[in-house]
């Protein structure tokens, strides 16, 4: 018996209930607490602000967890253009370090949530969930800029591995002093906007097809992680959104995907929603042809015609 698609996308563009999102509430609050009570962190510029699939609106049911970023503005971490330093654009080292903020940033979570309840990871922290609140993935982070050779430069954020390297972001603007300059929050909502509020609809919708064909054994959605779904999906045009059911919606922005996901020539220039870093840079951790396959096994799992 061939399903009702028109039903189930339906179903799956919908955000999670009522009950989710209060969990996902209290973890955050629960997150906010265990900085400010933090002796070693309340006198910093220190900044909690939720990012991520929950923040962006476009988490499904079968994700229960929440990202939370903890940012230390007091310091920062910079990228400067090839031969360039500090002393180029009056900058210093800090004597605080991305090591001890984290540390501090531990010892918080650990005196409000308990040992048993924090995992310190590579990146970052992973706050158990109970049945109160979510769990949790607490990501310690400094500001970012990045220079320009006219000393200017773009604000952002980036965090240390504990195994060493740097990871660089752009999800949203936190603070009110930086530039009105869009980063993914912003992006992503006039993008749905500007599609009668089907982008991140159309994002549930893939994100659950996902997590269905991997259940169901297709291996090629395994390695297509959301954010990576959510950034194909900014990138459609808003043409592919101007239809009337989900099915027509879901079978135009899918056309698109495949007929440009094909060949590194069509998708070069496309970026996360950020609109600053390339979706398909060699640094990313899927590729171009992994994101193609899942396209082509999406197309033929629910039968577009």
């Known amino acids: 018996m061939s399903r009702n698609w028109e039903e189930v996308f339906s179903n799956w563009a919908k955000p999670p209930g009522e009950t989710e999102e209060e969990r996902s509430e209290n973890a955050i609050r629960a997150i906010r607490n ?19 699939s929950y923040r ?18 007091d310091c920062f971490l910079s990228q400067y253009p090839a031969g360039k330093t500090n002393a180029d654009y009056g900058n210093v080292d800090a004597d605080y370090s991305f090591r001890q903020f984290k540390d501090e940033l531990e010892a918080a979570l650990v005196d409000h949530f308990g040992r048993r309840a924090v995992v310190r990871g590579n ?41 060493g390297g740097r ?21 992503g909502v006039e993008k749905n906007n500007a599609t009668s509020r089907a982008f991140k609809a159309v994002v549930r919708i893939l994100k659950t097809l996902r997590n269905e064909m ?13 954010f990576l779904i959510e950034c194909m999906t900014w990138n ?32 070069k220039d496309w970026c996360e929603v950020n ?26 799992y629910v039968g577009v015609r």
């Not at 476009?58 to 940012?71: L, T, W």
């Not at 970052?124 to 000393?151: M, W």
């Not at 994101?291 to 999406?298: I, P, T």
């Open 275 to 300: 609109g600053i870093k390339y979706l398909f840079h060699s640094s990313q951790r899927w590729t171009r042809a992994q994101a193609h396959a899942f396209v082509d096994a999406a197309w033929s």
């Open 56 to 73: 962006n609106n476009v988490n499904v049911r079968q994700e229960s967890d929440v990202d939370v970023g903890v940012m230390c503005h």
């Open 214 to 226: 991997e259940e169901g054994g297709i291996a090629v959605a395994k390695p297509v992680p959301g």
């Open 167 to 187: 990871i660089e972001n752009y999800p949203e603007r936190p603070l009110e002093s930086w530039p009105r300059i869009n980063q993914q929050y912003e992006n």
């Open 236 to 267: 459609a045009p808003n043409s592919c959104f101007a239809h009337s059911t989900w099915d027509a919606v879901l079978q135009a922005v899918l056309v698109h995907l495949w007929s440009n996901t094909k060949d590194n020539a069509t998708c």
């Open 123 to 163: 990146k970052a922290f992973d706050i158990h969930e109970n049945t109160y609140h979510v769990e949790a993935d607490v990501a310690p982070l400094f500001e970012f800029r990045q220079y320009f050779e006219n000393g200017s430069y773009r604000y952002g954020v980036a965090l240390v591995p504990d195994n």
């Open 34 to 52: 265990a900085v400010t009570k933090s002796e070693k962190l309340k006198n910093r510029g220190v900044k909690v602000f939720v990012h991520g």
